[in-house]
């Protein structure tokens, strides 16, 4: 079972405390967990000479390293995929590109394959066009600086809508990553085009997902701003009739509520242990 963590997050997002772990719940479960670390991560792992760090790189470098690794630890032929966000869209990447073979079965949460659009964002592209893409802007530091509000109760409507403050603040001060810039600005270039594509705008990553037989759960909530359901759904409307399920959480859940909201407990987790436990005696089984 990998994890994927989502932009501005790091895998300890996943594992943040004993009480609000996705990894420690899916442990209890049975699972074998491990938690994604790409070159986006500070403390990743790569070659001497990685290349660019952003989507396209992770997808065809980082993901098929991450995955041998898993084989090799787990002695299994396929793995189980769990995806928050840029997390989701990275499984994505990876079955778009031929990968399919690699794995049994996947779940996204709040990963988005279809954007609008924003007058906004052709702002974010440009100052990301001007900054170093080795860069890391420090938004773990922001973020620290922010928990104290959370922490009073306060909300983020779309990011955090139904979550105490104890919880929100400990995801903040734990979870939080500084961004890369070169993942933010193919990011942005997402908002632009309104599509999950390359860094050059050549290649849409959801169009390779078409008639592909593989069995997915994809999460979203009309409360999360940055992937309401019509910005998930058509990932699973890509793949072969009858491989993929779509849940819709109500609209109190925002963008980082199914790590550590109050209903996450009950809304989310019985559907997605019922879907990984389906699945996970074809993690034996080589494709």
Known sequence: MILAHTLGYGPQSLDWSAEGSLARLLHQA??????????????????????????????????????????????????????????????????????????????????????????????????????????????????????????AGSTDPGLLQDVDGDRARGLMLDGSADLPVGLLRQAARWVESGSLCDRDDRYDYLAGLRGLAFPLLTVASAGDRLCPPEAAWPAAAALEAGWAECLELDAGFGHLDPLVGRRAEDQLHPPLLAFLQRHRGACHRAA
């Not at 997808?59 to 995929?81: F, H, M, N, T, Y």
């Open 30 to 151: 049975g699972f074998d967990v491990y938690l994604l670390e790409h070159r986006g991560d500070a403390h990743a792992t790569c070659s001497q000479a990685p290349g660019p760090c952003d989507f396209d790189a992770i997808v065809a470098g980082d993901l098929p390293a991450a995955l041998a690794q898993i084989r090799e630890k787990s002695g299994l032929p396929r793995a189980l995929w769990v995806g928050h966000g840029l997390g989701g869209q990275l499984l994505y990447g990876h079955l778009s590109r031929g990968g399919a073979a690699d794995l049994a079965a996947g779940i996204t949460l709040a990963a988005a394959v279809r954007q609008t659009p924003a007058s906004r964002s052709r702002l974010v592209a440009l100052a990301t066009r001007l900054l170093p893409p080795s860069l890391r802007l420090p938004t773990r530091r922001l973020e620290q600086l922010r928990a104290p509000l959370q922490a």
